[in-house]
C-alpha cells in the first residue's frame, strides 16, 4: 500500500522557486573587495545595469557558494532583479569571501561593512534591502546616511533592536 500526501503549499513554494530557471540565464557577477575602516576586507558581488539595489543579507553568507540559495539563487530572485537593476550584495565580516578571522560582528561593525562596500563602489544613491540580520545594519545605515539610500525594504529582521540618535 503507498500512502501520498501532497501538500499544496509545498508544492505552490517550490514552482514559484524553481520556475525562473525556465526564464532567466544563470548570473553572472563580478566580485570585487572593499576595507573597512578597522581593516576588515569585505567581498561584494555586483550583477548587470540600472538603477542599484543593495542587498544587506544575514549570517553564513558566501557569494559564490551560496547561489543556490533562495535568498539570492542564480536562476531565481536575483537573476529576475538584476535584469533591470544593478544588484550589489557582499559577505560580511566573517563569512563567504570576506575576512574569516574577525571578533567583531557588532550591528556597529556590520554598517562598517556596507559603508566599505558603498564607498568602494562609489555608490551615490541606491536602493536598499535588508534581509534577516542584515536588517538591524541598513536601517543604521540609513539613519546615518539618508542621502545616500532612496528607498528600502526589510524582510525577516527584527529591526526593533536598533536604537538610532541623530542629532539635528
Known amino acids: 500500500m503507498i500512502v501520498v500526501f501532497l501538500n499544496l503549499s509545498t508544492i505552490a513554494a517550490q514552482l514559484m522557486l524553481n520556475v525562473p530557471v525556465f526564464f532567466f540565464d544563470p548570473i553572472e557577477q563580478q566580485i570585487g ?28 553568507t558566501h557569494l559564490e557558494e551560496g547561489l543556490s540559495s533562495p535568498t539570492y539563487d542564480a536562476e531565481g530572485l536575483l537573476a529576475m532583479n538584476s535584469e533591470d537593476f544593478t544588484v550589489i550584495r557582499f559577505d560580511g565580516r566573517g563569512f563567504g569571501l570576506s575576512d574569516r578571522n574577525v571578533e567583531d560582528h557588532s550591528i556597529e561593525a556590520r554598517v562598517r561593512d556596507i559603508e566599505a562596500v558603498v564607498d568602494t563602489l562609489k555608490l551615490e544613491q541606491f536602493f536598499l534591502h535588508g534581509v534577516s540580520s542584515g536588517g538591524q545594519a541598513s536601517l543604521l545605515y540609513a539613519a546615518r546616511h539618508p542621502d545616500k539610500v532612496t528607498g528600502m525594504t526589510i524582510g525577516g529582521s527584527f529591526g526593533s533592536l536598533v536604537i538610532v540618535s541623530r542629532k539635528h
Do not use: C, M, N, Y
Not at 578597522?38 to 538603477?51: C, H, L, Q
Open 33 to 60: 573587495f572593499a576595507k573597512t575602516s578597522d581593516d576588515v576586507r569585505t567581498a561584494s558581488a555586483t550583477r548587470s545595469e540600472g538603477p542599484t539595489v543593495l542587498i544587506v543579507l544575514g549570517w553564513a
